[in-house]
């Protein structure tokens, strides 16, 4: 409970950073939404409109005073309100965010077991090849490469998102295949690794040889004895990966043009959308604190020896 109350200071810590950081964007907003024929009177006119005209403080105020009675306000180039945008679209994102969470860690730790089983061999080999290849290519770049082969070539999945496709639950999830696999391919990368060293490590202490020689199943001694020690760096690293597939599906969704956050993150920090940038910002450091508190959850459920007394 204090960690998920130790989120509201830090939620409005980096949204007042990000407030002021805002400030050195040199895009005027009201002149982006006029247009370049706009008179100076006109731009004068909706900057007073967007309460730009008043003093930097008092804008803040303004924002901590809405935020507080969560209020986000509005897009100011639609009109919409910024809960309802972020209402439709943080569920594509999320989505997107956690099952390349769920692919990295199922195929990460499945083949980190298989290299550590058969370490300095063939498979150890080239898991490990794999692995470094699949840390050093980009998301964006493994999205490009994935719509080519699979979208435009096989014709297995759709290249882009397609709103009449994603009406029904089987059509959206089958358009976010893609882009779940070509964010999570890094993150999958990195934790083979890991679960590699990790299961290596564990396999060569005493109590999994004695386990071995008393005779019992290399499957029930993997998964009952070693994969729970050797799982406790890994949901570490879940963590930090967590939170750099939320950067990475910035790129994903706008090459597969997902309607996602991202896309909307983008957007509003090349026109400085204001109520747009801080409520994405605010939204995802929510979002990292909660996967941290239930992968700090995951520890302490994984070594005793960490929960509080």
Same mark, same amino acid.
């Given at each position: %409970?204090?960690?998920?109350?130790?989120?509201?200071?830090? %939620?409005?810590?980096?949204? &007042?950073?990000?407030? *002021?950081? =805002?400030?050195?964007?040199?895009?005027?907003?009201?002149?982006?939404?006029?247009?370049?024929?706009?008179?100076?009177?006109?731009?004068? #006119?909706?900057?007073?409109?967007? +309460?730009?005209?008043?003093?930097?403080?008092?804008?803040?105020?303004?924002?901590?005073?809405?935020?507080?009675?969560?209020?986000?306000? &509005?897009?100011?180039?639609?009109? #919409?309100?910024?809960?309802? %945008?972020?209402?439709?679209?943080?569920?594509?994102?999320?989505?997107?965010?956690?099952?390349?969470?769920? =692919?990295?860690?199922?195929?990460?730790?499945?083949? !980190?077991?298989?290299?550590?089983?058969?370490?300095?061999?063939?498979?150890?080999?080239?898991?490990?090849?794999?692995?470094?290849?699949?840390?050093?290519?980009?998301? *964006?770049?493994?999205? =490009?490469?994935?719509?080519?082969?699979?979208?435009?070539?096989?014709?297995?999945?759709?290249?882009?998102?397609?709103?009449?496709?994603? #009406?029904?639950?089987? !059509?959206?999830?089958?358009?976010?295949?893609?882009?779940?696999?070509?964010? +999570?391919?890094?993150?999958?990368?990195?934790?083979?690794?890991?679960?590699?060293?990790?299961?290596?490590?564990?396999?060569?202490?005493?109590?999994?040889?004695?386990?071995?020689?008393?005779?019992?199943?290399?499957?029930?001694?993997?998964?009952?004895?070693?994969?729970?020690?050797?799982?406790?760096?890994?949901?570490?690293?879940?963590?930090?990966?967590?939170?750099?597939?939320?950067?990475?599906?910035?790129?994903?969704?706008?090459?597969?043009?997902?309607? +996602?956050?991202?896309?909307?993150?983008?957007?509003?920090?090349?026109?400085?959308?204001?109520?747009?940038?801080?409520?994405?910002? %605010?939204?995802?450091?929510?979002?990292?604190?909660?996967?941290?508190?239930?992968?700090?959850?995951?520890?302490?459920?994984?070594?005793?020896?960490?929960?509080?007394?």
């Amino acid at each position: %409970m204090s960690r998920l109350l130790a989120a509201i200071p830090l %939620m409005f810590l980096t949204g &007042t950073l990000v407030f *002021f950081l =805002i400030q050195f964007n040199p895009v005027d907003p009201a002149a982006a939404l006029l247009g370049e024929d706009a008179s100076l009177a006109s731009i004068a #006119e909706k900057r007073a409109e967007l +309460g730009l005209d008043r003093s930097l403080l008092v804008q803040y105020g303004d924002w901590l005073t809405d935020v507080v009675r969560f209020d986000l306000g &509005t897009d100011w180039f639609t009109g #919409e309100s910024v809960l309802t %945008m972020f209402g439709d679209r943080a569920p594509v994102t999320l989505t997107l965010v956690f099952g390349a969470l769920a =692919i990295a860690l199922v195929s990460g730790v499945g083949l !980190g077991i298989l290299a550590a089983l058969k370490a300095g061999r063939l498979p150890d080999r080239i898991v490990t090849v794999v692995s470094s290849f699949g840390m050093a290519i980009p998301n *964006f770049w493994a999205a =490009i490469l994935l719509a080519y082969f699979l979208s435009v070539q096989v014709r297995w999945f759709p290249a882009i998102w397609s709103n009449t496709r994603t #009406e029904t639950i089987g !059509g959206w999830l089958h358009s976010l295949v893609l882009p779940c696999i070509a964010l +999570g391919l890094s993150a999958a990368a990195a934790i083979a690794r890991q679960s590699r060293s990790s299961m290596i490590a564990v396999l060569q202490k005493d109590y999994i040889r004695t386990a071995l020689a008393k005779g019992l199943p290399v499957r029930r001694v993997i998964r009952r004895h070693a994969l729970r020690n050797a799982a406790i760096p890994i949901v570490s690293l879940a963590g930090f990966q967590t939170s750099a597939l939320i950067g990475g599906a910035i790129f994903v969704e706008s090459v597969f043009n997902v309607p +996602g956050l991202g896309s909307l993150g983008v957007d509003a920090v090349l026109r400085k959308n204001t109520p747009i940038i801080l409520a994405f910002v %605010m939204v995802t450091t929510f979002v990292v604190v909660m996967v941290n508190i239930v992968l700090d959850l995951a520890y302490a459920w994984l070594n005793p020896k960490v929960r509080p007394g």
